[in-house]
């Protein structure tokens, strides 16, 4: 089992900044892909943005050019810096990862951390 702990969650109001840190453990051998995904209320869980352990990346075009992942394979920890926040990022950002490469069907998810964005 892999085991995700996620922080630096929190109120902030719009335009300031944050960032998530998320780091795996447990069986984490092999683990390749790792991400952020969101749900915000009455919406569906959405992909925020993930990267595989060689690099590859994807960020959701709503988020593109304010939000950048990156990843310490070290230590097995994923970040996600979020700059510019707006009140439609408030949601419950999920950290995720898997054995494969694939950003979507990500088998290990965290609990979650609250991002809250003031007006």
């Known amino acids: 089992q892999v085991q995700l702990v996620e922080s630096g969650g929190g109120l902030v109001q719009a335009g300031g900044s944050l960032r998530l840190s998320c780091t795996a453990s447990g069986s984490i051998f092999r683990l390749n892909a790792m991400g952020w995904y969101r749900q915000a209320p009455g919406k569906q869980c959405e992909l925020v943005a993930a990267?595989?352990?060689?690099?590859?990346?994807k960020t959701a075009d709503s988020v593109k050019g304010r939000f950048t992942i990156a990843r310490d394979n070290a230590k097995n920890t994923v970040y996600l810096q979020m700059n510019s926040l707006k009140p439609e990022d408030t949601a419950v950002y999920y950290c995720?990862?898997?054995?494969?490469?694939?950003?979507?069907?990500?088998?290990?998810w965290g609990k979650g951390t609250l991002v809250t964005v003031s007006s």
């Open positions: 995720t990862a898997d054995r494969t490469d694939s950003f979507y069907g990500m088998l290990y």
């Open positions: 990267i595989t352990k060689s690099g590859m990346s």
